[in-house]
């Protein structure tokens, strides 16, 4: 069965600072990843994904992530983060049937 | 483009009322996701749709909750009687078919419900 454990609940970081939020998946089958972010009051949006090929994926908001499949991972990363940038993020897997398994979601909260 | 539309946006209930949620997916898609989220358990999965058939709805907690598609256009996800531990976020998603746009699940602004 599908899973995704993200590593971390919360991180604090510095306005301008780099970020890295972790996300570890379980997949007997082939493998897509997804990063969504929800800011408050708001419903979820796709920020980017990994369906095949380049292991790098760039998404939107300057975001990107990189697949490792020998360590079953998929980080999200941004080199300078916003106060704007302050949302929970969630990394998910494919299950079956077109079904979203997400994680337990990373609250990213930046000071200025 | 209207988004994927949720009402009502807040309802607070007393414990044994009926609530129900609606949800207006985006015109053209044809898979439908109702979703819960509170603090300690996460995001889950309740039920989805394709093509307005219930396909998987193993996430639903009881037989006090209930979710129809009558159409491609609405859905209602039912709770009857409500409980306390049913305060949450409902949210609803749509999505194109799974062949043309993998994973990419489109969410209303979620309904959230309170029990007293």
């Known amino acids: 069965a599908q899973s995704v454990t993200q590593l971390d609940s919360q991180v604090p970081v510095f306005e301008e600072a780099p970020v890295e939020l972790r996300c570890n998946y379980s997949?007997?089958?082939?493998?897509?990843l997804f990063w969504y972010v929800q800011y408050p009051n708001q419903g979820l949006q796709l920020l980017l994904k990994y369906l095949s090929g380049s292991t790098l994926v760039k998404g939107i908001n300057g975001f990107e992530a990189e697949f490792n499949k020998s360590q079953t991972s998929f980080h999200l990363r941004k080199p300078s983060v916003h106060i704007s940038d302050t949302a929970e993020y969630f990394c998910a897997v494919n299950g079956q049937g077109g079904k979203l398994i997400f994680g337990q979601g990373t609250e990213l909260s930046v000071k200025p | 483009d209207a988004g994927v539309i949720q009402s009502p946006r807040h309802e607070v209930t007393e414990m044994g009322q009926e609530v129900t949620l609606r949800c207006k997916p985006i015109s053209g898609h044809n898979s439908l996701f109702w979703y819960r989220q509170t603090m300690m358990r996460g995001l889950e999965l309740l039920i989805y749709f394709n093509n307005n058939v219930p396909i998987d709805d193993s996430g639903m907690p009881e037989d006090r909750f209930s979710a129809k598609m009558p159409n491609a256009s609405f859905s209602t996800l039912k709770i009857q009687p409500s409980e306390p531990r049913d305060s949450a976020v409902y949210f609803c998603a749509s999505s194109l078919p799974y062949r043309l746009n993998p994973g990419e699940l489109f969410f209303g602004e979620g309904s959230r419900l309170t029990v007293l």
């Open positions: 997949s007997s089958v082939s493998v897509y």
